[in-house]
């Protein structure tokens, strides 16, 4: 009781001042920005093609990367100075999905987080000789117009993580067929999915039946998904009114899209699933602190200060539905909807060399809504409680691997088209 009294002390004073506390490192789990939709556009015309991000997306994720460069850049007005006002790749990890509009969603977020400009200049020795080994076009002109610059304007690329489907082991589910057996299983079965399309038919199916001119009997909540995921792009690009919903009709089209992404897997799936993302997580944290950690899971990360997972609803709604917090209910993920973790340290005499676990904490924010965790004593959460929260769900990350590898895939026709669902 002591100790507890003690750390929640010690948040406080780190709360009144904010000099008193060191940002360690953040991770980033995000929902791609808005997009054509993945499936049939039924009618409605999209310049970027399906699936892929639209212009209003990729403006998403450049605000969301201007906003944390201001949070967490060197020299910006809110910095907690965690990284460098230039990129460097020992600070900064990124990894994608397979798929192009996770792709897409980083690249434009790492441009408002490393804007125009910030990219590393030429020497003045080096234009005559930064040209490649063939003939170039105008090369006088281009040599101009691009002074000391490397890239035009100083564009600064950054490296995106992108691994096969097939054998990615944390965010590619083709690397764990466990979950997708039982993805399969389900998809296609009208039981699991009886209970939802009981209680949705009668409050919105006939409005959507009307919304795409199909009869309402060839609807089902197992393949509504398409429909209101046609209905969400178009909604946010404002090109199409297929039908006049209600306010709380269309409340009730949002409400139906987390209950289906989550009806896709088995509870235990569902875990697997969300600890894949969390496991990393927690490692790069202790590594931070100066712990030990697992250094067979981080060989591919190394142990940089920002980790960004460019993802989708899908795994956003399953790891929400695993951290239940306590002061939010997920009820719709937003296109560009973004899950911070943030690893705080008390810069005490005590703790500025410190590793031990007291001397840390952790905010889970969602949306820029710090969450209450169940397992924390407060909603600024003490590493030894997050750590425990995590450790609690009961599996470790070399028996999450065994299960995984537990089950020869199932064979399945269109087995590629919906797997891609799943990323």
């Known amino acids: 009781m002591a100790s507890n009294l003690l750390i929640v002390l010690l948040v406080l ?4 001042s904010f000099s008193s506390c060191k940002l360690e490192f953040v991770s980033e789990i995000c929902r791609h920005g808005a997009r054509a939709p993945e499936g049939d556009n039924f009618g409605v015309h999209y310049k970027n093609g399906k699936g892929m991000l639209t212009s209003s997306g990729f403006r998403q994720h450049l605000m969301i990367g201007d906003e944390l460069r201001n949070r967490y850049v060197k020299g910006m007005p809110k910095s907690q100075n965690l990284l460098s006002s230039r990129f460097d790749p020992e600070e900064v990890y990124v990894r994608s999905t397979q798929v192009e509009r996770t792709v897409q969603s980083a690249y434009a977020q790492l441009l408002g987080m490393f804007p125009l400009g910030t990219a590393e200049d030429l020497r003045s020795d080096q234009i005559d000789v930064s040209t490649p080994p063939l003939n170039v076009h105008d090369l006088e002109d281009i040599i101009t117009e691009l002074g000391t610059d490397a890239v035009q304007d100083g564009m600064q690329p950054v490296t995106v993580k992108n691994y096969g489907l097939y054998i990615d082991s944390l965010i ?17 079965d009208p039981q699991f999915w009886q209970d939802h399309d009981d209680y949705f038919r009668p409050l919105v199916f006939n409005q959507i039946a009307k919304a795409f ?4 009997d060839d609807l089902s909540f197992m393949k509504i998904y398409k429909y209101s995921d046609a209905l969400f792009a178009e909604n946010f690009e404002g090109v199409s009114d297929r039908f006049n919903f209600t306010s709380k009709e269309w409340e009730i089209v949002k409400s139906m899209q987390v209950p289906i992404l989550i009806q896709m897997l088995s509870p235990y799936s569902s875990q697997i699933l969300s600890l894949r ?4 997580i927690l490692e790069l944290m202790k590594s931070r602190m100066g712990q030990d950690y697992n250094k067979e899971l981080l060989k591919s990360f190394g142990t940089p200060k920002f980790l960004l997972f460019s993802s989708h609803d899908y795994q956003l709604s399953h790891i929400m539905q695993l951290l239940n917090p306590e002061n939010f209910q997920l009820e719709h993920v937003e296109f560009a ?6 690893l705080h340290r008390r810069d005490t005499k005590a703790c500025r060399d410190s590793s031990e676990d007291a001397c840390y904490y952790v905010k889970a924010i969602f949306n820029d809504i710090q969450l209450k965790l169940p397992s924390c004593s407060s909603i600024d959460c003490s590493f030894t409680e997050f750590k425990g929260y995590i450790e609690s769900f009961g599996m470790t990350y070399d028996q999450m691997i065994e299960i995984c590898f537990s ?3 199932l064979e399945s026709d269109k087995y590629d088209e919906k797997l891609r669902v799943l990323q």
């Not at 004073?13 to 009144?16: A, E, F, S, W």
Request: some cysteine.
């Open 337 to 342: 909807s973004i899950l911070l973790f943030e």
């Open 407 to 409: 089950e020869e895939p």
């Open 172 to 188: 590619g589910y083709g690397g764990c067929p466990y979950i997708v057996n039982d993805y399969l299983r389900r998809i296609d």
């Open 277 to 280: 993302y969390l496991f990393p």
């Open 213 to 216: 001119n199909i009869d309402i």
């Open 13 to 16: 004073l780190c709360l009144i």
